[in-house]
């Protein structure tokens, strides 16, 4: 990994959504802060997991970072470009080192295209594909890559399983031999054990291309396995960010801690000594954010500046970073 330059940084990121309301849908009644003042960097070679509550802000800035969405502000710098205010026309060379694994592996495929073509189609919509033998060697390529037989290329999506149109997914990605991937939670929608074998796929691949990867997910047990930091978020802030290790051994923000001890663990034994903390209440609105810390009405160890003001993302520990007051 290297620590001299990132890949990607992010600082001050913002991305708000108008709501619309009225007679007619034409008023704007209030903004929703999708994404608020996140900021992080991700270096080559590594993994950054992502996790968090539905609706916390991950697949938006997922979606930023790619420019699939307008960003309100702030800064994005990848592979020492800044692409925070460049069009379509000027992000789409960029495209083909930034590319996105989808959590839904059926609904991100064509139905009524063959699995060559939808593997191959990123190289003729960049202009990459060569010839036509150039082209069929580097779609049977990518279909090995990932562990399937050169013949399931002529089949159509639904006669695979999810775990195999994940795959699918994947050597898509991978088409256009991209630096950075972004995996918007890839295993949520799979079979337990299915689970396993493509976080063993993505770790092989990063291993032999050299790939980074933004990973997003819900279930922390998923990211413990394949990530080298953690990034917490919620409500569209990140309250915590720290090595992995680092993480599941010491959490410091109280909402990291809530969402480790619902981690299941296979030792009846363990399970019975460690604490649980039940998180009370449900996530606030984005369209109407508690002041403060958004986490305040839910944390048992709130103390009154929570309610007041939004604690900076500091360094409590070497790498080990919390927006919290209670290590202010």
């Known amino acids: 990994m290297n620590e001299t330059e990132p890949l990607l940084s992010v600082e001050d990121l913002r991305v708000e959504f108008p709501v619309k309301g009225g007679l007619l849908g034409g008023r704007q009644t209030g903004t929703v ?17 992502v996790v968090g509550e539905s609706g916390c802000g991950k697949t938006t800035t997922a979606l930023a970072i790619l420019r699939m969405v307008d960003i309100t502000s702030g800064r994005i710098v990848f592979d020492r470009q800044e692409i925070s205010s460049l069009d379509r026309r000027a992000m789409r060379p960029l495209r083909r080192k930034m590319q996105m694994v989808y959590q839904d592996p059926f609904g991100a495929l064509d139905p009524r295209m063959r699995v060559r073509a939808i593997i191959g189609e990123p190289l003729i919509a960049h202009g990459v594909s060569g010839d036509r033998s150039r082209y069929e060697e580097r779609v049977s390529e990518l279909l090995e890559m990932v562990g399937l037989d050169q013949s399931m290329g002529q089949r159509y999506p639904h006669e695979f399983s999810g775990g195999q149109r994940q795959r699918i997914g994947i050597a898509r990605a991978l088409a ?48 413990q396995h394949i990530s080298d930091r953690v990034m917490v978020m919620y409500l569209g802030k990140v309250v915590e960010i720290a090595k992995r290790s680092d993480l599941y051994r010491d959490p410091k923000h109280p909402y990291t801690k ?49 309610s007041e003001v939004m604690p900076d993302l500091s360094e409590a520990s070497d790498g080990h970073k919390v927006a919290c007051h209670l290590y202010v």
Not at 38 to 48: D, K, M, N, P, Y
Not at 258 to 281: H, M, N, Q, T, Y
């Open 33 to 49: 802060k999708a994404v608020d003042g996140v900021s992080f960097q991700v270096h080559s070679g590594e993994t950054l997991g």
């Open 176 to 223: 256009l031999q991209p630096s950075l991937v972004v995996c918007d939670e890839p295993v949520s929608a799979l079979d337990v054990s299915i689970q396993a074998q493509i976080i063993n796929l993505l770790e092989t691949l990063q291993g032999e291309l050299g790939l980074t990867y933004l990973f997003i997910a819900h279930d922390l047990s998923v990211v």
């Open 258 to 306: 809530a969402l480790l001890s619902a981690v299941p663990i296979p030792s009846p034994d363990e399970e019975a000594k460690r604490d649980v903390v039940i998180l009370e209440g449900e996530v606030p609105s984005p369209l109407n954010p508690p002041s403060g810390c958004p986490f305040h009405p839910r944390c048992s160890f709130a103390v009154p500046a929570c």
